[in-house]
């Protein structure tokens, strides 16, 4: 008998997918439903190259079972219109960029060979070896086939297929032009993931090292200031210690005494900085000092901004006007204060004044990038977009490489921080237990 792979959905509001064999359609549904499963789609499997785990009738009277145990989930559901599947937890774990790169490069193979959309997820269903995304492929499929574009089924994964990413879609979509559209994609997707290989590999070492050195200093401060008292009376010394270093050794006894209170203090803080960062103006704020803050601030700008006008100027060329065209690019970022400016700056629009200004008061762009913006207003806004998102992404690479140069100065200063702490408070009493006055009458 024939094999069919079936997508359906639990009482719970859970999604499951598995493989019967029936002898039509008419069967699978007909079993499924006496599971208490509602059929969301059902297609033959005979062109179909996955493995996937058979489910016969007696599993499925299982599942059913499991279902009428399952308690109904309080967390609300987020359910895509037209074909009821729901998503149920954040599917976008485990997708990488890597994951996104093959997908677009091989939809754009697949469209170049004159594919339909239909046939070009069947097959990339087939081929892809990333679970998650395979189910993201075949929900997108789902939607295709219910009479949703592409772009509209992406804009349900916004942490797998970055605004960005999907405008480019649905420009392509709109244009007839989707093998273009997908290269342009696919280049955002290959650059995204370079920056962030070049941003990480500048991190990552120094965050280590940081956390190394403090994770050194509580414990120095904690059990070895102690321990320096303990040395004086071994040797039976008659002096006083340090005034630094006593401060030190009281700071670790209340501290080792009172631990609990750090703790919740400490817990306390953080969950005082969640809450206020969740309301608007809390996160207004934080998303400002990210901007704003020393060395890292212009290199988050310049890459929200970046990612803005190339979005901008990805719309202009679709034949958007400004506004639309800064009401959809917004979309890229999530940054409150960036997107404080553009609702000024289309307030400003509506108003006949310069979308430009609020930028060039709050120093968002460099004065070159706002001249070269006024310039395209007059004649060609989207040759002078085009050049500003070159700008800019120099601007990224200058950022970069300062980043890469500030950031041992800083660590060096850290660490000569500490060890000035450690000198004074720890190798200057244990010189003088040792040597006595030695050194400090020959100095």
């Known amino acids: 008998m024939p094999e069919f792979r079936y997508r359906g959905m639990l009482r719970n509001g859970k999604t499951i997918r598995g493989v019967m064999t029936a002898r039509n359609k ?43 145990r399952t308690k109904v989930s309080s967390r609300k559901p987020v359910q895509k219109k037209g074909f009821g599947a729901i998503l149920t937890s954040d599917i976008s774990f485990g997708i990488s960029n890597k994951d996104i790169l093959t997908f677009t490069n091989n939809l754009y193979i697949l469209k170049k060979a004159k594919f339909n959309n239909i046939d070009a997820f069947e097959s990339l269903y087939g081929s892809t070896e990333n679970s998650k995304l395979r189910d993201i492929i075949d929900d997108i499929l789902i939607g295709i086939e ?31 032009s989707l093998d273009k559209a997908l290269l342009y994609a696919r280049d955002y997707v290959e650059s995204d993931m370079k920056l962030k290989k070049q941003i990480r590999g500048i991190l ?23 321990l320096i008292q303990n040395v ?43 809450a206020y960062v969740r309301t608007p103006l809390g996160r207004y704020q934080i998303d400002r000092i990210k901007i ?51 609702e000024i700056g289309k307030g400003n629009l509506l108003a006949g004044g310069s979308w430009v200004e609020p930028f060039e008061a709050a120093k968002a762009l460099p004065p070159i990038a706002i001249q070269m913006i006024n310039i395209g207003m007059k004649s060609d806004l989207a040759e002078m977009m085009e050049k500003v998102s070159e700008y800019i ?11 890469v140069k500030a950031l041992p100065e800083i660590m060096y200063i850290f660490i000569g921080i500490i060890l000035i702490f450690f000198v004074i408070t720890i190798m200057v009493p244990l010189m003088e237990v040792y040597m006595g006055n030695f050194l400090f009458d020959m100095m």
């Not at 059902?42 to 062109?47: T, V």
């Not at 990552?204 to 200093?217: E, R, S």
């Not at 704003?292 to 988050?300: A, N, S």
């Not at 992404?393 to 980043?403: F, G, P, R, S, V």
């Open 292 to 342: 704003r803050f020393p060395v890292f601030g212009r290199l988050t700008l310049n890459i929200i901004t970046n990612k803005f006008f190339r979005a901008m100027l990805l719309n202009i060329r679709n034949g958007l006007r400004i506004q639309e065209a800064l009401d959809v690019a917004k979309s890229v970022t999530d940054n409150y204060y960036f997107l404080s400016l553009v």
């Open 146 to 176: 219910g009479g949703y574009k592409i772009h509209e089924m992406m804009q349900m994964y916004p942490k797998v297929f970055p605004p960005l990413y999907t405008n480019f879609v649905r420009v392509g979509e709109e244009s007839g």
């Open 232 to 274: 004086y009376d071994m040797f039976g010394s008659d002096k006083t210690l340090p005034k630094a270093t006593l401060v030190a050794i009281d700071v670790s006894k209340w501290i080792l005494a009172n631990w609990y209170i750090v703790v919740t203090a400490i817990l306390g803080i953080i969950a005082i900085f969640i």
């Open 26 to 68: 008419r069967d699978v549904i007909k079993n499924l439903k006496t599971s208490r499963i509602q059929p969301i789609r059902i297609r033959s499997r005979k062109n179909v190259t996955i493995t996937n785990t058979k489910i016969d009738s007696k599993k499925l009277m299982n599942i059913q079972a499991d279902v009428e």
């Open 393 to 403: 992404q120099q601007e990224i690479d200058e950022a970069i490489a300062k980043t």
């Open 204 to 226: 990552i070492p120094k965050v280590l090292m940081f956390v190394g050195v403090l994770i050194i200093t509580v414990i120095a401060l904690l059990w070895g200031t102690p």
